[in-house]
């Protein structure tokens, strides 16, 4: 939809609604600051990765923080070593979280346990929300050891919520469901715009496929303009509100 | 000029990154990184000896660093104010004690230039009407 029509209100409405259901929700706000440089990041030299401990850490927290009820009733499926921690099998979710708020260099695996674990849960469904998911479509600011821009799938944080959104990887009971936003104009990316067909794409210029790949099996939802009585009932909220004087 | 930003690439340094967050093994390969280039004391001299070179052979650069106007081409009927400020200052700091030296260059032994008159050299119309 265009800008102002209601994206990220509306995905709020739909986390809302899911976190009264009850479903343990995965919210990121802003998917740009995923992607903007402010974190540090270091190169895994094995898998050639990016990781972002700090982030992982941060994010690790706030999810924490919105489905401690529900976490604990999930326990795990198996033994898991993170470094020099070790977490027994049958050990609720929230220990594998306390490692990685504790010990940032674990957080990443952590993070990657938690999710394939809360996958796998039947007892909750899960809802990935992300805003501007265009942010993960583009071109990130962090740069390579040779100074070039990095690609999303090459940070592991990134990739793994790209994942997600191409269907490689899946929740057992569970949606995932990203708005785009059209505020930051850096961030608006142009293979996911041709694979939802908001653009029509040039047969003269070259697009990134990997980009594209992670773009495939999305279904798109336009949000219409305001209608009359919708604004109306805007209005009337603002006006019983006093913010707009009458 | 993007030295930083590689040097801050080659080390996975982010870019709001505060000095207190790097570690020690950072804080060493950036240290280890800056005494291979040539930075500082050593970068200047280079800079005023391309400078002096180009005076001492002789070159039409030679000659817009000594008068203090534009090297690169630019115009001179108006706005060449950088140029007058920053130009041949290494030239005039050394003086001429390496003309003594230099090989069939124009010898310029005073600060006129030969061919302009004198009145346009000392630029008296800028001094009586600055802007």
Not at chain 1, 19 to 43: E, G, H, M
Not at chain 1, 103 to 123: H, M, R, Y
Not at chain 1, 160 to 182: C, E, N, P, W
Request: hydrophobic share 35%; net charge positive.
């Amino acid at each position: 939809g265009g800008m102002g029509v209601g994206k990220s209100a509306l995905l709020l409405q739909t986390i809302n609604y899911s976190l009264c259901k009850p479903w343990i929700v995965i919210y990121i706000p802003d998917a740009i600051k995923f992607v903007n440089s402010s974190y540090p990041y270091i190169k895994n030299k094995i898998t050639n990765e990016f990781i972002q401990p700090t982030l992982s850490a941060e994010f690790l927290k706030q999810i924490k923080a919105v489905n401690a009820k529900l976490l604990q009733d999930i326990t795990l499926t198996r033994d898991y070593k993170l470094n020099k921690h070790i977490v027994k099998n049958n050990s609720p979710v929230i220990e594998l979280m306390n490692i990685g708020i504790k010990d940032t260099s674990c957080a990443p695996q952590a993070f990657e346990i938690f999710l394939d674990e809360i996958g796998k849960n039947v007892n909750y469904p899960v809802l990935l929300a992300v805003d501007v998911i265009n942010a993960f479509y583009t071109a990130t600011d962090y740069t390579d050891v040779d100074d070039t821009y990095l690609e999303p799938d090459r940070l592991s944080l990134s990739r793994t919520i790209l994942d997600y959104f191409s269907g490689k990887r899946d929740f057992t009971y569970g949606a995932v469901i990203g708005a785009l936003s059209q505020c930051h104009k850096p961030y608006i990316s142009k293979p996911l715009n041709i694979a939802l067909g908001l653009v029509m794409p040039s047969p003269w210029k070259h697009y990134p496929q990997n980009l594209l790949n992670y773009a495939v099996g999305l279904q798109r939802f336009d949000v219409p303009n305001y209608s009359q009585t919708e604004a109306k009932g805007v209005l009337d909220y603002y006006c019983d509100g006093s913010s707009i004087l009458q | 000029h993007k030295t930083a930003q590689r040097i801050c690439s080659k080390f996975s340094i982010h870019k709001t990154c505060r000095l207190h967050e790097l570690s020690e093994l950072q804080i060493q390969q950036i240290s280890l990184e800056l005494s291979n280039m040539k930075i500082e004391t050593d970068l200047k001299r280079e800079v005023i000896n391309n400078i002096m070179h180009h005076r001492s052979i002789g070159t039409y650069k030679g000659k817009r660093h000594v008068m203090g106007y534009p090297v690169r081409g630019q115009r001179t009927k108006t706005n060449a104010r950088t140029a007058r400020k920053l130009n041949g200052r290494w030239i005039k700091k050394e003086g001429f004690s390496t003309l003594a030296n230099s090989s069939n260059g124009v010898q310029l032994s005073n600060p006129t230039f030969i061919s302009l008159p004198f009145f346009a050299q000392s630029r008296l119309f800028e001094r009586l009407f600055p802007r």
